[in-house]
């Protein structure tokens, strides 16, 4: 059975930094192109980061609105996908997932707020 | 950024009833690979993202055959053949031609 589970997440202040992390099981996650997608308070969807497999490089893409403070990264050996956010602002409030492909299995989602 | 317009916003429904769900881009989503990566999801509340529909009008992996869908190049359908409770929640398109966007949603509730 496929899993993916967010943790990670909380409450920060602006400016500060927060490390996600999303566990995989029941496939094999080396193959995978990853993602993490948020879904503002508003409850819309935005993609945020992809990083390809081994095979691809790792190469990375981002969205714009976090295009130098947000870095995603894998490990293979421990079938984890991370994502690393800093200088959060208060616009990154969002329910965070992890999916794997085109979205085809996504984790339950983790929490962030970023308020003072 | 391809935006994806969603229509309508809210759809009333009655069980059984069949209705349908628009989607169209800013842009063509028809990719130089020959695929149109465009993809259905429901969100029941309290829940993820679950996908319904992948490259248009292929059906995932236990979805109901009253879900389809249809379109190509920038406007897309989705139809329910017989509204169950269960359908009720959010469906979102995505686009995944020129890195993901979503649509804006339509909430489908019961009438």
């Known amino acids: 059975e496929v899993q993916l589970v967010e943790t990670g997440g909380g409450l920060v202040q602006p400016g500060k930094s927060l490390k996600l992390t999303c566990a995989t099981s029941g496939f094999t996650f080396s193959n995978a192109w990853m993602h993490w997608v948020r879904q503002s308070p508003e409850k819309q969807l935005e993609w945020v980061a992809q990083?390809?497999?081994?095979?691809?490089?790792?190469?990375?893409y981002y969205a714009e609105s976090v295009k130098g403070r947000f870095t995603i990264s894998r490990d293979d050996s421990k079938s984890s996908v991370y994502l690393q956010m800093n200088s959060l602002k208060e616009e990154d409030t969002a329910i965070y997932y992890c999916?794997?492909?085109?979205?085809?299995?996504w984790g339950q989602g983790v929490m962030v707020t970023v308020s003072s | 950024d391809v935006v994806l317009t969603q229509t309508p916003s809210i759809l009333s429904a009655t069980i059984g009833q069949s209705v349908s769900i628009s989607c169209r881009s800013s842009q063509s989503l028809l990719d130089s690979d020959g695929n149109t990566y465009l993809y259905w999801f429901l969100q029941r509340p309290g829940q993820s993202p679950q996908r319904l529909i992948y490259l248009v009008s292929n059906l995932g992996s236990g979805v109901p055959n009253r879900f389809s869908g249809s379109g190509s190049g920038t406007d897309f359908t989705l139809k329910i053949s017989g509204v169950e409770a269960e359908d009720l929640g959010v469906y979102y398109c995505?686009?995944?031609?020129?890195?993901?966007?979503f649509g804006g949603g339509t909430k489908l509730e019961l009438k």
């Open positions: 990083i390809k497999a081994k095979s691809n490089n790792y190469a990375t």
């Open positions: 999916t794997r492909y085109y979205g085809d299995y």
């Open positions: 995505m686009q995944a031609t020129h890195a993901w966007t």
